[in-house]
C-alpha cells in the first residue's frame, strides 16, 4: 500500500471514529435538588392537610399574598398562654384583623412542623383545641414529616413567611419586635409592614428579620 492510499485510510479511520464521538449518547445530568426558600426567589411548592382534613396546596393560592406562620401550641411564644403568647396575648389575632383590611383577598395559614416525642394524632388533637381556645380563624397545616419546614429553613414558632402573588417569596423572619413585653403599645409588627409595602408595590424593607421563639420541634 502507497503512502497515499495509507494516508487516504487514516482519514476515513479517524473520520469513523470521530462520528461515532459524536454520536455517543450524552448523560442526562441529575436534576439538581430542590433549593431552600430565599427571600426573592420562588417559595417552595407545598401541600398538606389542615386539622380538618382539608387539603392546601401553595398553587391554590396563586395570585394572591400568603403569610404562613410556624405554630406550635405548646410554645410559650406561639400558643402556650402567657404574656409572651403571640397567640394567647391577642396579637396574632389583632396582625390577621389587620391584614384583612389591608387586602381582603390575603391568605393566611399556619403551619405545625412538631414532630418530638409527639404522634400525628396528638398534634392535630392539640391544634384544634388551640384553634378553638384561641379563636383562630385560619387553618393550621400539619407538616408531621418536616418536609415543609425544612424546605424554607423554619426556625422557630413562630418564623414568619410572606409570599407575594407571583409566588415569589418577599419576607422572612420575626413576627414582630416584642418578643418579651405584651403590655407594651409601640410594637412594630414586620408582616404588617411588608404586606402594606407589598399592596403599595414596593418591596418591603427590612426583607429579613432575626426570628424569636420556640425552636421547631421536628422529629428525628
Known amino acids: 500500500m502507497n503512502i497515499t492510499m495509507r494516508a487516504t485510510w487514516s482519514v476515513i479511520v479517524l473520520t469513523a471514529i470521530a462520528s461515532?464521538?459524536?454520536?455517543?449518547?450524552?448523560?442526562?445530568?441529575?436534576?439538581?435538588?430542590?433549593t431552600k426558600a430565599k427571600v426573592g426567589q420562588k417559595a417552595p411548592a407545598f401541600s398538606l392537610t389542615d386539622t380538618d382534613g382539608k387539603q392546601h396546596a401553595l398553587k391554590d393560592y396563586a395570585g394572591k399574598i400568603v403569610v404562613l406562620e410556624w405554630f406550635n401550641a405548646d410554645c410559650p411564644f406561639s400558643g402556650k398562654d402567657g404574656r409572651k403568647s403571640v397567640h394567647a396575648t391577642g396579637r396574632a389575632a389583632a396582625l390577621r384583623k389587620q391584614l384583612k383590611i389591608v387586602d381582603p383577598g390575603i391568605v393566611y395559614l399556619l403551619i405545625d412542623s412538631t414532630a418530638h416525642r409527639k404522634t400525628k394524632p396528638d398534634i392535630i388533637a392539640t391544634d384544634k383545641a388551640a384553634r378553638t381556645q384561641w379563636k383562630i380563624d385560619a387553618p393550621i397545616l400539619i407538616d408531621f414529616d418536616g418536609k415543609v419546614g425544612r424546605a424554607y429553613s423554619a426556625k422557630t414558632t413562630p418564623h414568619m413567611f410572606i409570599i407575594d402573588e407571583a409566588g415569589v417569596l418577599r419576607y422572612e423572619?420575626?413576627?414582630?419586635?416584642?418578643?418579651?413585653?405584651?403590655?407594651?403599645?409601640?410594637?412594630t409588627n414586620y408582616v404588617l409592614a411588608a404586606v402594606k409595602k407589598l399592596k403599595a408595590g414596593e418591596s418591603p424593607s427590612p426583607s429579613h428579620v432575626k426570628q424569636w421563639g420556640c425552636s421547631v420541634k421536628y422529629g428525628l
Open 20 to 34: 461515532l464521538v459524536v454520536a455517543a449518547p450524552v448523560p442526562t445530568p441529575t436534576p439538581a435538588a430542590p
Open 173 to 187: 423572619g420575626a413576627f414582630d419586635d416584642n418578643q418579651r413585653n405584651a403590655d407594651r403599645d409601640d410594637t
